[in-house]
DNA sequence: ATATTATGTGCGAATATCGCACGGATTGCA
DNA sequence: TGCAATCCGTGCGATATTCGCACATAATAT
């Protein structure tokens, strides 16, 4: 290793993690070894001290993620308050619309769920949950959490080796998804038809606070209910005024 | 290090991830230094790596966990299929009881939700959400999961140093601990009042599928909402029916 | 102004890790 | 059943990494 500020082991063990992130499901050590390039041995070193320490459970044969890396996100969430203070306020918020609320930012060149509330009457549900992760270029919330962020990484996000498709109508021209995320900067709101699932669609606004990492909101319903502009704007409406509250929560942390 | 199967510097990197984790929140490398017992160099170390890897961001002067733990953690949910699956069935079964639902399963020593679902009428929540760590010993979830455990575990569980009682009803005696998991275990179910909050109470059932990693499935309420033996009865009824439904789940991962 | 505490850096000694090579166990196939 | 192909565990020497001190600087409190 190049750099001594950098303990390579641990940086190994993690990338072994997230290779179970990746490929959800269990994983055999070969296969493990494969997909992260490491040596048989080393692999097996590995495992077993993630399996020690927690992060791990044997399956059968192979390796999965262990309940572990739930209390591990239960601190993140705690530390936002996720529980305590920001589900009613999404609650409320999903009730009022009768849509579901997202609570998002970006993990690397993602879009995460840190919290999310679904009304009572939801028919369909996306299977998104805490956790989830989005594609940053194709939705309402990843390109809104673009446009608060820096210009290197919408430039990364671009760049990306595996961008593609994911509906016939997504959008792939760099300058045409560029100028996306600046609308979405320039009006203070993100609207996505149809480019990450078909038949959906996403709004998107900013959360007030801007602690160091980007927080957006987002509602996910199907195509056509945003086509209706009084529909849109009760919709940005709501959003904007629990985007505030929410602000607050994590302003004082 | 003794072992040599086991990669220390991963350990190390993973024991401090885990104190972020328990004093959620930010700590400065001083705090962590004297936390996990490192040397002031190791400790810088360890959280250059681990924000390097993205499990760390810098929050002003200190360190605090990063999104990236909940992708991780959705690496989990989505194995489990949490999102898609589980989900709707916790929240048809609290719409259907007018009552918070949880899926719970052990991370070491304590019991850690791992889906939840409140009615839409829920008035006050106890900001317990996906992630949220509850005591083994004095909460239905936690001995109906101590009911499904290996004896060491249980063992363990009695034995532990931090064990305190959370109300004045908790119970500290270990013969009747034993004896309420005992109960549990008979029943097929459990029951907690007061124990670990005052005014509240919890009702567990065990998840069909064994996978290895004993789920319950629980219940929240106000301490005297399972007086009544039929509304108990009831309770039981649709918990033990969606434990049937999600068990079905896990069973073919 | 001074004491105290936090942070960054360099380096030699100590040692943990790497990766190979070997033997045994397990699985799949003919 | 026998054979082939993997998979898994183990030992060990060479190497590279990590440790922890010591020094220097910066920030903060007294």
Same mark, same amino acid.
């Given at each position: 290793?190049?750099?001594?500020?950098?303990?390579?082991?641990?940086?190994?063990?993690?990338?072994?993690?997230?290779?179970?992130?990746?490929?959800? *499901? $269990?994983?055999?050590?070969?296969?493990? *070894?494969?997909?992260?390039?490491?040596?048989?041995? $080393?692999?097996?070193?590995?495992?077993?001290?993630?399996?020690?320490?927690?992060?791990?459970?044997?399956?059968?044969?192979?390796?999965?993620?262990?309940?572990? +890396?739930?209390?591990?996100?239960?601190?993140? @969430?705690?530390?936002?308050?996720? *529980?305590?203070? +920001?589900?009613?306020?999404?609650?409320?918020?999903?009730?009022? @619309?009768?849509?579901?609320?997202?609570?998002?930012?970006?993990?690397?060149?993602?879009?995460?769920?840190?919290?999310?509330?679904?009304?009572?009457?939801?028919?369909?549900?996306?299977?998104?949950?805490?956790?989830?992760?989005?594609?940053?270029?194709?939705?309402?919330? =990843?390109?809104?959490?673009?446009?608060?962020?820096?210009?290197?990484? +919408?430039?990364?996000? @671009?760049?990306?080796?595996?961008?593609?498709?994911?509906?016939?109508?997504?959008?792939? #021209?760099?300058?045409?998804?560029?100028?996306?995320?600046?609308?979405?900067?320039?009006?203070?709101?993100?609207?996505?038809?149809?480019?990450?699932?078909?038949?959906?669609? =996403?709004?998107?606004?900013?959360?007030?606070? @801007?602690?160091?990492?980007?927080? +957006?909101?987002?509602? $996910?319903?199907?195509?056509?209910?945003?086509? #209706?502009?009084? $529909?849109?704007?009760?919709?940005?409406?709501?959003?904007?005024?629990?985007?505030?509250?929410?602000?607050?929560?994590?302003?004082?942390?």
């Amino acid at each position: 290793m190049i750099n001594r500020d950098i303990a390579a082991t641990l940086a190994k063990g993690l990338d072994a993690l997230a290779c179970f992130e990746q490929r959800g *499901g $269990t994983l055999t050590m070969p296969e493990l *070894g494969e997909l992260s390039g490491f040596d048989r041995a $080393t692999t097996r070193r590995l495992c077993l001290t993630l399996e020690h320490c927690g992060y791990l459970e044997r399956h059968g044969k192979g390796y999965r993620l262990a309940p572990r +890396v739930l209390s591990l996100a239960g601190g993140y @969430l705690h530390q936002i308050e996720a *529980g305590r203070k +920001v589900q009613p306020l999404l609650r409320h918020a999903a009730e009022t @619309l009768d849509l579901e609320v997202a609570l998002a930012t970006r993990d690397r060149m993602q879009a995460v769920y840190v919290d999310r509330a679904a009304p009572a009457s939801a028919r369909v549900t996306l299977g998104l949950s805490v956790g989830s992760t989005l594609p940053l270029l194709h939705t309402a919330v =990843g390109r809104m959490l673009l446009a608060r962020s820096a210009p290197e990484t +919408v430039q990364q996000a @671009l760049e990306q080796a595996n961008n593609r498709p994911h509906t016939e109508a997504s959008q792939m #021209d760099p300058d045409a998804l560029r100028a996306a995320i600046q609308t979405a900067r320039d009006q203070g709101y993100c609207l996505a038809r149809n480019e990450f699932e078909t038949g959906a669609a =996403g709004v998107a606004v900013p959360v007030g606070a @801007l602690d160091d990492t980007p927080f +957006v909101l987002g509602v $996910t319903a199907s195509v056509n209910r945003f086509d #209706d502009s009084t $529909t849109l704007d009760r919709v940005l409406d709501v959003l904007r005024h629990t985007a505030i509250s929410v602000g607050r929560i994590s302003a004082d942390a």
